[in-house]
């Protein structure tokens, strides 16, 4: 998807959001404390403008907040401003995020004729109970509801989930999955949770009522959720929070934080493909074939995962060597005993 589509991004945190969900601090999660103006959309929108094209589609996204919870006169403003932009070709497309139960068809119908071509919503997880610990105010069913709707209205969606929420398991984060492939998206995005100082979730961490959803933990889940969506033709296309400044700073106080979670779970997805070719391999010395662009992957960082298949099969010498314009990520490509 962003191989066509370049993104101008306009956060606005915690605008319209009529709940307050115990993960969340729009502020502090994108960086972002000032309210976004439509001044504001028409100097950034100015800004891109002067910097050449590459030919991919470019889509004005409003992000951060729940977009179609606001006051329509404020929505009103900040889409005129992106259909300004449209009309003057600066901009190709609208894109904003949502929650499942601010939508409905007169909605969808006053988005599209401002230029709105991609919903995001916020579906987080399939699980009642985490829903509800999670403060989210909606149930699955209303995410059914809501993606049903704006799929017959001819918009791209995109679903975001979360894993590690108050309740989650990763039993419960594979069935979310795997409801929202049903809903047959054109993308998704997997958050991990972090616990971010000043939420009612920091709170919880602190006296011991929710336990942290670690890096670790997190990339096992994950490891397992890619190739499902991938299996499915669905993107995934972001895993992990976006890094910025306050998260990396401290406001990250614990949780599934990482600049590179994403690399972290390709990187354990091929250890998990290499420990089920070498789980049946006699005693000897063993060459594992992986495409070239992926070898740093393969070894992981530090070259860990080399590390632990060594550790883990002992009886095995094994290399993990790259092969240019090979047919799958990581095969058996050789045993010598």
Not at 48 to 76: H, K, N
Not at 257 to 281: C, D, F, Q, W
Request: with cysteine.
């Amino acid at each position: 998807m962003s191989a066509r589509r370049s993104i101008l991004p306009v956060f606005v945190p915690h605008m319209g959001c009529p709940h307050a969900c115990v993960f969340c601090d729009q502020r502090r999660i994108s960086g972002k404390r000032k309210t976004v103006t439509p001044e504001d959309v028409r100097a950034l929108v100015k800004q891109a403008a002067a910097l050449p094209r590459s030919g991919a589609a470019r889509q004005l996204a409003f992000y951060g907040g729940s977009f179609t919870a606001i006051p329509e006169t404020v929505q009103a403003a900040l889409l005129e401003a992106g259909r300004e932009a449209m009309e003057a070709g600066q901009v190709d497309s609208l894109r904003l995020s949502t929650r499942p139960d601010a939508v409905d068809e007169r909605i969808l119908e006053r988005l599209w004729s401002f230029g709105v071509r991609t919903i995001e919503l916020g579906a987080q997880s399939m699980d009642e109970e985490v829903l509800r610990r999670a403060g989210r105010g909606h149930s699955a069913k209303d995410l059914r509801r809501a993606a049903r709707m704006i799929r017959e209205a001819g918009f791209e969606l995109i679903l975001q989930m979360m894993t590690g929420l108050p309740g989650d398991t990763l039993e419960k984060s594979l069935y979310t999955a795997r409801e929202l492939i049903a809903l047959e998206p054109d993308g998704v995005r997997i958050y991990p949770t972090v616990i971010v100082r000043g939420t009612e979730l920091f709170d919880l961490w602190r006296r011991g009522e929710y336990r942290e959803h670690t890096v670790e933990e997190a990339v096992n889940w994950c490891a397992r959720l890619l190739p499902l969506f991938e299996e499915a033709g669905i993107p995934v296309i972001r895993l992990g929070l976006n890094p910025t400044e306050e998260l990396s700073g401290g406001e990250a106080a614990a949780g599934a934080y990482h600049p590179a979670l994403g690399e972290l779970v390709k990187s354990r997805i091929l250890l998990n493909r290499a420990r089920e070719l070498l789980r049946t391999v006699p005693p000897g010395k063993v060459k594992l074939g992986v495409r070239s662009s992926l070898l740093s992957q393969a070894l992981g960082q530090h070259r860990r995962n080399l590390e632990t298949l060594r550790r883990e099969f002992p009886h095995l010498a094994t290399e993990i060597v790259p092969v240019d314009d090979a047919a799958e990520d990581l095969f058996f490509l050789e045993q010598k005993v």
